[in-house]
């Protein structure tokens, strides 16, 4: 997508913006508190973009003579257990160029990518931008799995099961006592946790929207 002002590009065509891209995300949600350990836990995430899912779309500014500056950013992924959805995250538009509709045509844009690789439902989690979804269509919904769980678990083996020792009675014994001593001794209340303006202490609430709307 590219209009006069600014293109909607998948990074993956434009790699020359990785960097860029990765302070962009740095600057908002920092992931380590050291600056070498950050840049590369962003990298490997970022590099991953690909047509075949999870892909990264770039907000940047159309120039003729540069590069242009990374302005937003998008990341599409599969659910695993929707195959139907996806989940739109990490939607950024830098602070300078907030409140000038850019946020709405990024995720428009990443709608139309949506719908052209086959999902028909979005989905997305935030903490604190229920309002500016809302009034892009999306609604409150159940929390989703990102990520597939592990194998099954499976029955214990028999001799697995012969290792697990049945209590005897003076075992008991001595499990009621500990128990006793441990109930008569008053450990004191932690001390309440200092309270926060940071956006990140409010619960993250998860949306979808419907794309065949």
Known sequence: MENHNIMIVALHDKPDSIEDCIKLLNDEWPRSKTARNEHSIRLRSIE?????????????????TGKGDVIGHAK???LPFE???CMIESVLINPANRGKGF??????ECEKLAVK?????AV????????????LGYEFCQ?????????????????????HKIPTKSDKSICQEEKEIRTSVTVPQPPPLPKSNNAFCIAKVYMKKSLNQ
């Open 83 to 85: 195959p139907a959805s």
């Open 143 to 163: 929390p989703v799995s990102q990520y597939g769980g592990g194998p099954s678990p499976s029955k214990p083996s028999l001799s697995q099961a012969k290792e």
């Open 117 to 121: 690789l086959g999902f028909s439902t």
């Open 76 to 78: 599409i992924a599969r």
């Open 48 to 64: 991953s973009s690909n047509p075949n899912l999870p892909i990264s779309l770039i907000m940047v500014s159309n120039t003729t």
């Open 124 to 135: 997305l989690s935030t903490h604190d931008k229920q309002q500016f979804y809302q009034k």
């Open 103 to 108: 946020g709405k045509l990024l995720m428009e």
